[in-house]
T-cell receptor, first 113, second 115 residues
Framework: SAVISQKPSRDICQRGTSLTIQCQVDSQVTMMFWYRQQPGQSLTLIAT?????????ESGFVIDKFPISRPNLTFSTLTVSNMSPEDSSIYLC??????????FGEGSWLTVV | AQSVTQPDIHITVSEGASLELRCNYS??????LFWYVQSPGQGLQLLLK??????LVQGIKGFEAEFKRSQSSFNLRKPSVHWSDAAEYFCAVGAGSGGYNKLIFGAGTRLAVHP
């Protein structure tokens, strides 16, 4: 398995500001993913971040709103830009470890006021 | 398009009773199927997965799931539920190229356990 650490674990932010979430993995992985879980909802994939290439965004998500960095094989960041209350969600980092399994971090619980 | 349906939003069982959580998927090829659990205030933990082979798979915490291709189902079962099993359960299918490169989740089933 993989140990995935996310920072911050929780935050309360003012609308209009931006927040960067960090994801650190204890092993080198090719594929990292960012998911969003809105209150009471299921998980939706925001983007796939592979080292050395631009992130691939899912329909409904754009780079200007959710810029992603992937500087190496163990680290990624997701920024939530110009936040509104609708961005209040859990943001989860996940990694694909070998061909078998996708593991998740504990999530970053974001509240926008 | 790939999709996952969990028909039951909430389920309540008594401690010690058996449990079955339903999951139906829509996927053109052989699916990669997963069950995750999310305890209150926690991230997601993998319970079990199915890729191929034996259609009955064993997972952690005493859970098992059975893949039925004819019914496009991957139901999760546990013979005797413990109070600590109260959580949200998500079924997911792996989609995309190279085997799979992303997960599509169902809406989740929230399990409550009565003492």
């Amino acid at each position: 398995s993989a140990v995935i650490s996310q920072k911050p674990s929780r935050d309360i932010c003012q609308r209009g500001t931006s927040l960067t979430i960090q994801c650190q993995v204890d092993s080198q992985v090719t594929m990292m993913f960012w998911y969003r879980q809105q209150p009471g909802q299921s998980l939706t994939l925001i983007a796939t971040a592979n080292q050395g290439s631009e992130a691939t965004y899912e329909s409904g998500f754009v780079i200007d709103k959710f810029p992603i960095s992937r500087p190496n094989l163990t680290f990624s960041t997701l920024t939530v830009s110009n936040m509104s209350p609708e961005d209040s969600s859990i943001y989860l980092c996940s990694v694909r470890l070998d061909r078998d399994t996708i593991y998740f971090g504990e999530g970053s619980w974001l509240t926008v006021v | 398009a790939q999709s996952v349906t969990q028909p039951d939003i909430h389920i309540t069982v008594s401690e010690g009773a058996s449990l079955e959580l339903r999951c139906n998927y829509s996927y053109g090829a052989t699916p990669y199927l997963f069950w995750y659990v999310q305890s209150p205030g926690q991230g997601l933990q993998l319970l079990l997965k199915y890729f191929s082979g034996d259609t009955l798979v064993q997972g952690i915490k005493g859970f098992e799931a059975e893949f039925k291709r004819s019914q496009s189902s991957f139901n999760l079962r546990k013979p005797s539920v413990h109070w600590s099993d109260a959580a949200e359960y998500f079924c997911a299918v792996g989609a995309g190229s190279g085997g799979y490169n992303k997960l599509i989740f169902g809406a989740g089933t929230r399990l409550a356990v009565h003492p």
